[in-house]
């Protein structure tokens, strides 16, 4: 069984900086892309940051030089480095995996995280 699982987030004033991680938790062999998604008030959902095994990135554009997303592969992890927040950046944040191979060779497709919330007081 693999999950995915978000911590790190919370409440922080507008300027303000934040860090969220996400760690896929079972018997994983290797994961695919990755990404980080948002729910907001504004948008039912929309993708912020992705980042592929090899280290390439995208960003959505109204995160672009603010947020920078990382990936560590020997621990199955990604990470979403926040800075200069704003209020409508205020939302459930969500770990995406493309899909996750396990040791025993199953491949799971398309998992999702639980979310994090992250809210920006103006």
């Known amino acids: 069984q693999v999950e995915l699982v978000e911590s790190g987030g919370g409440l922080v004033q507008a300027g303000g900086s934040l860090r969220i991680s996400c760690a896929a938790v079972g018997t994983v062999f290797e994961i695919s892309d990755m990404s980080w998604h948002r729910r907001t008030p504004y948008k039912s959902r929309e993708m912020v940051a992705r980042i592929e095994p090899g280290g390439f990135t995208e960003y959505a554009d109204s995160v672009k030089g603010r947020f920078t997303i990382t990936r560590d592969n020997a621990r199955n992890t990604i990470d979403l480095q926040m800075v200069n927040l704003q209020p409508e950046d205020t939302g459930d944040y969500l770990c995406?995996?493309?899909?996750?191979?396990?040791?025993?060779?199953?491949?799971?497709?398309?998992?999702w995280g639980r979310g994090t919330q992250v809210t920006v007081s103006s």
């Open positions: 995406f995996a493309g899909s996750v191979t396990t040791t025993g060779w199953v491949q799971k497709m398309n998992l």
